[in-house]
């Protein structure tokens, strides 16, 4: 079954959707999965979860230089997304089979499913509902750090690079773990506190569940479909960009079509888990810890982007409080026939170009000062 309808038919696969999946030859390598158990993690606002599963994907096997670097690469999903959104012709499709960029037979790859995400412990799925401790990005990063570091047993990485909230969590790891990685790649996001317009779409989000009556302070037994539909079309209409819908839908009817097709899925989804995700980036704010950030970093956007536009200048402003000149680099992609909105950051083939030209500046740290 196909999950996160929304984001998919945002991306284009209304036909994927109408086939069964199963029909079509997969175009990537397929993942390992595993499991990292946590006891008792207290997460930073000061609550303990008894046991915080982390579900994740890897690809390939790890190998080592001399010089202590390594070939592993972790890879983060965007907000109520998870490792599956990887999953097509368009990122894994793209960048995992042999000779493409992120081989998986020369690199070792890793993505996780995020606290609260996909087949981690989250609200839904460990019974706690709103009980489930309110979790933050700083919490999700600590975690990917350690199921990378204790579980994995891998004291380094040659690449962090993630999408959306997991380009939110790129810039994070950057400055908490200096040295965990060589590079840094961040696709589709602002490295800033959310506020402004991203913060007037998620905030309305979270007020519509919370205020709902048939929320029930999160004891629902039902989902409560109004405001969930309500959060759902917010998110629908921020990933989406203008070009892309006019060229795709340009009749009324067609998009009628398109949203009628959108609607029936609602129950799919969660309320708690997606209040919960939502506000997940409450604390999120990198920019003062920008100068600790000490490896090449490249963070690509595209213009068409209604969570990140380009004219707020955030990339720019950002790169610029870097340790050094010339150590991060800042990309807008122009709007093209291309670009669809936010969810550009799923096709690989806009931005991979910058990512071979990051692995090549990132090459040789043997000793080497950047
Ligand atoms: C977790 O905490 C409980 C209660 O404090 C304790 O009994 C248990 O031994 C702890 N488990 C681990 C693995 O630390
Ligand atoms: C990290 O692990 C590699 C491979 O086991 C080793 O060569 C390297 O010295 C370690 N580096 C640190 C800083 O522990
Ligand atoms: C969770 O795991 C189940 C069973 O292994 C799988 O069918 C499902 O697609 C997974 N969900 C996500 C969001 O990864
Ligand atoms: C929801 O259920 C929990 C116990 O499971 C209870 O503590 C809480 O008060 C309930 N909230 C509402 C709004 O009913
Ligand atoms: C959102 O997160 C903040 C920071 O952890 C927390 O104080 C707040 O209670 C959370 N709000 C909701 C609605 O969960
Ligand atoms: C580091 O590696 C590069 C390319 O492999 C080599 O040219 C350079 O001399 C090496 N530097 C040191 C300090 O070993």
Redo the contacts with the bound molecule.
């Keep these: 079954m196909i999950r996160n309808t929304f984001l998919l038919l945002t991306l284009g696969a209304m036909s994927t959707m109408a086939q069964d999946p199963e029909d079509e030859p997969q175009t990537w390598p397929t993942p390992d999965r595993g499991s990292f158990v946590i006891s008792n993690f207290t997460f930073?606002?000061g609550e303990t979860l008894d046991r915080l599963d982390i579900h994740y994907r890897t690809l390939g096997e790890p190998k080592f230089n001399a010089d202590g670097s390594n070939n592993v690469v972790l890879i983060g999903h965007g907000s109520t997304a998870s490792s599956e959104q990887f999953l097509n012709d368009g990122f894994a499709g793209a960048l995992f089979n042999p000779g493409q960029v992120l081989d998986a037979q020369k690199y070792f790859i890793i993505m996780p499913d995020g606290i609260g995400h996909g087949n981690s412990s989250k609200p839904s799925n460990t019974g706690l509902r709103?009980r489930f401790p309110?979790?933050?990005y700083s919490d999700m990063v600590r975690v990917n750090h350690r199921l990378v570091t204790e579980h994995l047993k891998l004291n380094h990485t040659r690449l962090v690079m993630g999408v959306s909230m997991g380009a939110m969590h790129t810039w994070v790891m950057g400055s908490e773990y200096p040295d965990f990685t060589d590079a840094l790649f961040p696709i589709a996001c602002q490295p800033a506190q959310i506020a402004g317009h991203n913060r007037l779409w998620r905030k309305l989000a979270?007020e519509l569940l919370?205020t709902d009556p048939a929320w029930h302070g999160g004891n629902y037994t039902k989902q409560p479909l109004a405001s969930l539909s309500g959060v759902l079309s917010l998110l629908q209409t921020m990933f989406s960009s203008a070009v892309d819908l006019q060229a795709r839908y340009p009749t009324r009817d067609a998009m009628d079509a398109f949203v009628d097709a959108l609607l029936p899925h609602v129950p799919e989804y969660d309320a708690n888990d997606q209040?919960?995700a939502w506000?997940?980036s409450?604390?999120y704010d990198p920019e003062p810890q920008l100068g600790a950030i000490r490896v090449p970093l490249t963070a690509v956007n595209t213009a068409d982007d209604l969570m990140n536009p380009p004219q707020l200048g955030l990339l720019e402003r950002a790169v610029g409080q870097l340790m050094r000149p010339g150590l991060g680099k800042a990309v807008v992609i122009p709007e093209s026939e291309h670009t669809v909105g936010h969810g550009s950051y799923i096709m690989a083939k806009l931005w991979v170009q910058e990512l071979e030209l990051l692995l090549a500046r990132t090459e040789a740290r043997n000793g080497t000062s950047y």
């Design positions: 930073d606002a709103a309110s979790y933050q979270i919370r209040l919960y506000n997940a409450h604390t």
